[in-house]
């Protein structure tokens, strides 16, 4: 079965991609989105093939319906074109291109953080503690960081260094999509919330995704009840 709908969360590290992500799953009709071309988290999930068979990962993780999604950050995004670009078939190839040819029907959806000051805090923590986010059970998503720390401590030049890392980031991913005339579905890390349910609700139907009664969006609850709240949504 080939995919109906492809959907990339295009985001940086700390804007609530756990907590918009959780929403998108708990629907069961818009695909099981992860950052699938990251090496650690497909360890994780026990992918074990080419991160450039899209075509198997789409199949063995898109919902029933025919929905894929998955979270893209703009340093993988390069090292996933890059990739491609090596591939004779895709050289010449515009980065663009490329995505509509691998990932079908693809829509962008495009997660922001205005306060970048408050965003670069929460990534020093996360960074330190090496914890990325908390389930309501207790379980805590760990990252690579081995060495790391159970108290964060504050670190201005670092929170000034990825400040500008975050500031650049979503500088380039405007630029792209601003170059290649793409049309998003933007989300507001601020705003999401205070609108949690109604932004999925919407994002399905940008997305042109059927909802049914056994598929009701609206079965989705403030993150502080459920069980993916971001440990760090708030610094």
């Not at 990251?38 to 929905?67: A, C, F």
């Not at 933007?186 to 999401?192: N, T």
Request: net charge positive; with cysteine; glycine share 6%.
């Amino acid at each position: 079965m080939k995919p109906k709908i492809c959907y990339l969360i295009c985001c940086t590290e700390r804007s609530g991609s756990n907590y918009l992500e959780s929403g998108l799953i708990k629907s069961k009709i818009a695909g099981n989105p992860s950052e699938f071309f990251v090496d650690h988290v497909r360890k994780e999930l026990g992918i074990d093939y080419d991160m450039l068979d899209t075509e198997r990962l789409i199949r063995e993780t898109m919902t029933p319906n025919g929905v894929f999604g998955a979270r893209v950050m703009w340093g993988t995004f390069q090292e996933l074109i890059g990739k491609f670009h090596q591939d004779s078939k895709y050289k010449e190839m515009s980065a663009s291109t490329i995505m509509s040819i691998i990932f079908p029907n693809l829509r962008y959806i495009y997660l922001t953080r205005k306060d970048k000051v408050r965003q670069a805090i929460s990534y020093s923590k996360a960074m330190q503690t090496n914890e990325w986010y908390k389930t309501i059970d207790g379980k805590i998503g760990k990252g690579l960081n081995r060495k790391h720390s159970k108290k964060p401590r504050f670190r201005f030049m670092e929170i000034d260094r990825y400040v500008s890392y975050l500031v650049e980031h979503d500088k380039n991913r405007r630029q792209y999509f601003h170059d290649n005339d793409i049309q998003t579905f933007s989300v507001i890390y601020e705003d999401l919330e205070g609108k949690y349910e109604q932004t999925i609700i919407e994002l399905l139907k940008y997305m042109k995704i059927p909802i049914t009664k056994n598929h009701d969006p609206r079965i989705v609850r403030n993150h502080n009840q459920e069980s993916s709240s971001p440990m760090f949504s708030e610094p």
